[in-house]
Structure formats: C-alpha cells, structure tokens
C-alpha cells in the first residue's frame, strides 16, 4: 500500500458550479465546503483558492475552517468508513483484537484509505452502544458483540490470501 493515493478527478466545472451558488455570501463557508465535501466526497486542496475568491477571503482563512473540523476532510476517503470502537467497555472485552482483526482483513491501519478508495479505517472514542462491545459502524451501520468470526463475515474476501 502506497502511502499517497491517487486522488480522484476532479471536475472542476462542478466545483465551480458549486461555489458560485455560494458567491459573495461570506456566512456560507461551511455549508459550502460541506456541499463540496458531499460531492467529491473530500475538499480537493485545489477548490481552496477558488472558495476564497468566491467569498471574499483569503486561502488562509478557508483552510483553518477547513482543517479546524475534524469531519471535514482534504484527502479522498473511502466509500465504506470503518470505525472501530476503542471506548473502555469496547477495550475490557476485546476491542483491541476486533481493531487487529480489522486491520489485517482490510490491510490499513488506524486512518488509511484503501487505494482502490473502497475502504477508510479509522477508531473512535465511543460509539455509545456499550452494551453491544465491542462494538464497530461501517458506514452508519452498527455491528455489535463483535468476534474473529462476525469479522470475517463482514469483510468476506478483503485481506484474504
């Protein structure tokens, strides 16, 4: 696994189309990087420069929104995000080996994205659903009492060789 990815196309005449709906309206930087966000699924590096003309402001101050929230994100990820739980009833009973586990079927580790950009992996704090630890969400999916063998279902035929 390379450690770049190979970042999508853009297509920069919907980039455009999506900022100049936003244009000359300063309160609506977040709401437009979200819409960015949403159709390419990251905020290309590219579109920062150009959401900055559009509304007024420097690079600068479009880049520390950007990078100031952690759902906001500049790099591709992947059409399925995996979050493990890593909360402390999740830990007390077996979550470190669900992360492990996870981690070798989808050959990632903590925050990658699978080059073929089907799978980011990533761990959480909590998930809230204590009662079902340990406990992981693909996508808003939640999957609880997790074991070596629920694993293997769920990712039947990633990391097999």
Known sequence: MSEKLKKPEIDMERLTHIVNSYKYQKW??????????AEFGFIPPESIPIIADALNLFPSEVQGVVSFYAQLYTEPRGRNIVRV??????HVRGGKTVLKLVKKQLGLQENQTSEDLE?????VACLGVCALSPSMVINNQVYGNMNPKKIKLLFKGEGDS
Do not use: F, H, K
């Open 28 to 37: 609506s930087l977040i709401p437009l990087v979200q819409d960015i966000q």
């Open 119 to 123: 799978y980011t992996l990533e761990t």
């Open 85 to 90: 739980c890593r909360g402390t009833a999740c």
